[in-house]
C-alpha cells in the first residue's frame, strides 16, 4: 500500500492536479494574483498596518502549530493505523487521500519556494507561497470533498486562520498566503474527487473489485461500514 502511494497514487496526484486546464488555469490567475500583490506594493501596505499590532496573542503558538505540514501529516498517520485496526474503510481512504495530496502539495510547494526565493517580513528565505496555509488548505479541501461541508466549513475557517497568523507572525507577506491557499485547494480537492471516482458510491454503499481468495472468482463488490 505504501509502495503504491509512493509511486503510482503520487505521480497520478500530480497529473491529476495539474495536468487539467482548469486547474491550470486557476492556478495561473491565482500566480498573477499574487505577483501584482507584490508588485503593485499591497504587500508593503500591509505590513505597515499589521505592524506592532498583532491580533492573536496567546492563539498564535496554537494556530501555527495547527498549520503546520508535520502536525498534518501525523495525524493523517494516525487515521491511517487506527482506520486500517478498525477496518474503517471510508476513514482510510480517507486517509490514504491526505497522504497523496499532502505530499503533492509538500513537494510542489518547496519547488516552488526554491524556485521563487523570495524574502518574508521576517527576513528568511524562500517565502512563496506560504507552506502552512497550502498545507492547511490542502486538508480542509479534502475533507470538504468526503464530508461536505458541516466539516468542511470549519476546516477551511481554520485554514483562513492560519494564513492570517502566518501575517500576524511577520513570517509572510500576504501574496505568499493568496498563492498558497489556491495550491492547497486545487491540489486537495482535485486529488480527493480522483480518489472518489475510482471507488464510486452506490446507494450509500462503495463499489469495488473483489477477488476471493479461495476460489479466484473476481467480480464487483459492495462496500459499507458502519
Given at each position: 500500500e505504501f509502495k503504491e502511494l509512493g509511486t503510482r497514487d503520487f505521480w497520478r496526484g500530480f497529473k491529476t492536479s495539474f495536468w487539467d486546464l482548469e486547474n491550470a488555469l486557476v492556478l495561473t490567475a491565482a500566480m498573477g494574483a499574487s505577483i501584482s500583490i507584490r508588485e503593485t506594493g499591497v504587500d508593503d501596505t500591509i505590513r505597515g498596518r499589521i505592524r506592532g499590532h498583532r491580533q492573536l496573542?496567546?492563539?498564535?503558538?496554537?494556530?501555527?502549530?495547527?498549520?503546520?505540514?508535520g502536525t498534518h501529516f501525523a495525524a493523517t498517520g494516525v487515521l491511517w493505523l487506527g482506520s486500517a485496526l478498525t477496518r474503517d474503510f471510508k476513514s482510510h481512504e480517507v486517509a490514504q487521500t491526505l497522504?497523496?495530496?499532502?505530499?503533492?502539495?509538500?513537494?510542489?510547494?518547496?519547488?516552488l519556494k526554491v524556485s521563487a526565493n523570495t524574502r518574508a517580513p521576517d527576513g528568511e528565505d524562500l517565502a512563496w507561497?506560504?507552506?502552512?496555509?497550502?498545507?492547511?488548505?490542502?486538508?480542509?479541501?479534502?475533507?470538504?470533498?468526503?464530508?461536505g461541508p458541516w466539516a468542511g466549513v470549519p476546516s477551511l475557517a481554520l485554514a483562513g486562520l492560519v494564513g492570517y497568523q502566518r501575517l500576524d507572525s511577520r513570517v509572510h507577506d500576504f501574496s505568499d498566503v493568496v498563492f498558497g491557499a489556491f495550491l492547497?485547494?486545487?491540489?486537495g480537492s482535485s486529488i480527493a474527487r480522483d480518489q472518489k471516482a475510482q471507488?464510486?458510491?452506490v446507494f450509500g454503499m462503495k463499489l469495488m473489485p473483489y477477488a476471493d481468495p479461495y476460489t479466484g472468482a473476481t467480480g464487483l463488490?459492495?462496500?459499507?461500514s458502519w
Open positions: 496573542g496567546d492563539m498564535d503558538e496554537t494556530v501555527q502549530i495547527l498549520g503546520n505540514p497522504t497523496q495530496a499532502l505530499c503533492v502539495n509538500g513537494v510542489t510547494t518547496l519547488l507561497p506560504s507552506g502552512h496555509t497550502s498545507s492547511a488548505f490542502t486538508v480542509a479541501a479534502v475533507l470538504n470533498e468526503y464530508y492547497g485547494y486545487v491540489v471507488f464510486p458510491e463488490a459492495l462496500y459499507k
